[in-house]
Nanobody, 124 residues
Framework: QVQLVESGGGLVQAGGSLRLSCAAS????????MGWFRQTPGKEREFLAA????????MYGDSVKGRFTISRDNAKNTAYLQMSTLKPEDTAVYYC?????????????????WGQGTQVTVSS
């Protein structure tokens, strides 16, 4: 079992930046692809970014491409999401997730483990 805990969310002004962290425990995530998703009330969970087990491959959703960067530090069992040029429409609960496979994926059904989420609010 893998437990994931997100941190780094909060309130930021439009145009600002935040870095989210996803700390894993219970088992190494060194051989797991990691992903970030977000959700707002009444909407489907949206794929944001994914990174392969060794960081060699990344994938981004269209709405965040060029603004968000996913990374990982396997020595710290942690994944990150650097968010820049934030917009009010980026306001959501952000979730990290871990796959049981090494390759990236954009579908939430491909991810076996999920964190509890962290709120990001972008003010205009």
């Amino acid at each position: 079992q893998v437990q994931l805990v997100e941190s780094g969310g909060g309130l930021v002004q439009a145009g600002g930046s935040l870095r989210l962290s996803c700390a894993a425990s219970g088992r190494t995530i060194s051989y797991s692809a990691m992903g970030w998703f977000r959700q707002t009330p009444g909407k489907e969970r949206e794929f944001l970014a994914a990174i392969s087990w060794n960081g060699g491959s990344t994938m981004y959703g269209d709405s965040v491409k060029g603004r968000f960067t996913i990374s990982r530090d396997n020595a710290k069992n942690t994944a990150y999401l650097q968010m820049s040029t934030l917009k009010p429409e980026d306001t959501a609960v952000y979730y990290c997730a871990a796959r049981g496979r090494t390759a990236v994926a954009s579908s939430q059904s491909e991810y076996a483990y999920w964190g509890q989420g962290t709120q990001v609010t972008v003010s205009s």
